[in-house]
């Protein structure tokens, strides 16, 4: 079945130090979500990628949806501490009924 | 506020003990969703409501169900916990299955004893 792969696991980061997690998907996708779960919270929406090629920004954060649709990346400049929690990509298959594949998540750590 | 409220935040319960967890919207959206996520785990799909429509994944234990009695609110129910079970449990709602974003409430902690 679809998946989606999301590296690294865990990233550590000196305050103002540079951030990227990858996702990539084994099929092409729709859309792709970004998600963010502080901890001890819940996942908070952050944006969605649905064009090939597409860039989109918040801020100090770069989304990029690939090419092929199949992998995305999120980009955060110049980490600050309000940036600590773990980044879900969610890619929604072209096939299915619209069910979101999450990925491991990415766990940014960053250090005063 | 337009939002997901999961009650109780923390439940616990005896192995083999049912238990209900439950979710309400206010945003009067089609789609309710349950997740159950371990701890440093992506959240994993259990089951969907598209408005009365219940959509079952394939990997879902049998121990698991769910009701939706109307728009608002959905229940999960886990008929004998077994230790396996510990996890949050979060709900989440959409507009529509696709291209909408995904909201989600506080989540339950569920703890076994």
């Known amino acids: 079945g679809q998946q989606v792969m999301q590296i690294p696991q865990y990233q550590h980061v000196q305050e103002g130090e540079d951030f990227t997690t990858y996702c990539n998907s084994s099929t092409t996708l729709s859309n792709i979500q970004w998600y963010k779960q502080r901890p001890g919270g819940h996942p908070v929406f ?21 090419e092929a649709k ?13 940036d600590v929690g773990t980044y879900f990509c969610a890619g929604r298959g072209s096939s299915n009924t619209g069910k979101l594949i999450f990925g491991q998540g990415t766990t940014l750590q960053v250090k005063p | 506020d337009a939002m997901v409220i999961q009650n109780p935040r923390y439940q616990v319960t005896q192995f083999g003990k049912p238990v209900t967890l439950s979710c309400s919207q206010t945003l009067n959206h089609n789609v309710m ?12 799909l259990l089951f969907h409501y598209y408005d009365k429509d219940f959509n079952n994944e394939a990997d879902t234990p049998d121990n698991f169900q769910s009701r939706r009695p109307n728009t608002s609110f959905c229940f999960l129910d886990i008929r004998s916990p077994g230790l396996g079970d510990a996890a949050m449990y979060l709900c989440a709602t959409s507009r529509e299955s696709s291209n909408q974003p995904q909201h989600f409430g506080d989540g339950t902690r569920l703890s076994i004893l």
């Open chain 2, 33 to 44: 969703y349950w997740y159950q996520q371990k701890s440093s785990q992506a959240p994993k």
């Open chain 1, 46 to 66: 952050l944006i969605q990628l649905v064009k090939s090629g597409e860039v989109k920004k918040q801020k100090r954060l770069t989304f990029q949806f690939g």
């Open chain 1, 70 to 82: 199949k992998n995305s990346s999120l980009h955060i400049t110049a980490t600050q501490t309000t």
